[in-house]
T-cell receptor, first 115, second 115 residues
């Protein structure tokens, strides 16, 4: 069965430090992979996605993610975190079914940024 | 262009009461989705719709009904609310063509408490 694991529930980094959020998935083929960000009281916003091709994906707000098939991972990175990046981040796996897409979301990683 | 909007933003119900959550999108999207978000569990799909007049069950459909009478609206109903339905509910929508169905646009959420 498909699954998504975000092993870190909370992460705290200092402003200006680098960031890596981990995501591991279980799926029979290469899935569609997504990272979303949720600011307090807001809905989810897509940061980036991977379908195929270049395994390093660039997203909005300076984020990038790397797909590693051998590790079944899709980790999110940012070289220098800003205070405004404090939010909850969700990794998701998607696959086409019955004319639409099904998603499984990870449980989220809450990022705290220290000034 | 408001994107995806949800009404109401907050609601408190007593056990056994009924209510309807409204989702509206102005992007002419074919596909619409209802999720619930619970602490430590990520987002789980309740029901979805691939077009006006169609609905389908997601991962956790029990206790909910939906209707898609108009393309721009997707209603989620609770006929007899239970405390287990206390959650934050998110609506999302997406395009129907294969190149764009992957990206879901989320509403700001409805926080529902059932006493």
């Amino acid at each position: 069965a498909q699954s998504v694991t975000q092993p870190d529930i909370h992460i705290t980094v200092s402003e200006g430090a680098s960031l890596e959020l981990r995501c591991n998935y279980s799926y029979g083929a290469t899935p569609y992979l997504f990272w979303y960000v949720q600011s307090p009281g807001q809905g989810l916003q897509l940061l980036l996605k991977y379908f195929s091709g270049d395994t390093l994906v660039q997203g909005i707000k300076g984020f990038e993610a790397e797909f590693k098939r051998s590790q079944s991972s899709f980790n999110l990175r940012k070289p220098s975190v800003h205070w405004s990046d404090a939010a909850e981040y969700f990794c998701a796996v998607g696959w086409p079914t019955s004319g639409t897409y099904k998603y499984i979301f990870g449980t989220g990683t809450r990022l705290k940024v220290l000034a | 262009n408001a994107g995806v909007t949800q009404t109401p933003k907050f609601r408190v119900l007593k056990t056994g009461q009924s209510m309807t959550l409204l989702c509206a999108q102005d992007m002419n999207h074919e596909y619409m989705y209802w999720y619930r978000q619970d602490p430590g569990m990520g987002l789980r799909l309740i029901h979805y719709s691939v077009g006006e007049g169609t609905t389908a069950k997601g991962e956790v459909p029990d206790g909910y009904n939906v209707s898609r009478l108009k393309k721009q609206n997707f209603l989620l109903g609770l006929e007899s609310a239970a405390p287990s339905q206390t959650s934050v509910y998110f609506c999302a929508s997406s395009y129907s063509d294969r190149a764009r169905t992957d990206t879901q646009y989320f509403g700001p959420g409805t926080r529902l408490t059932v006493l």
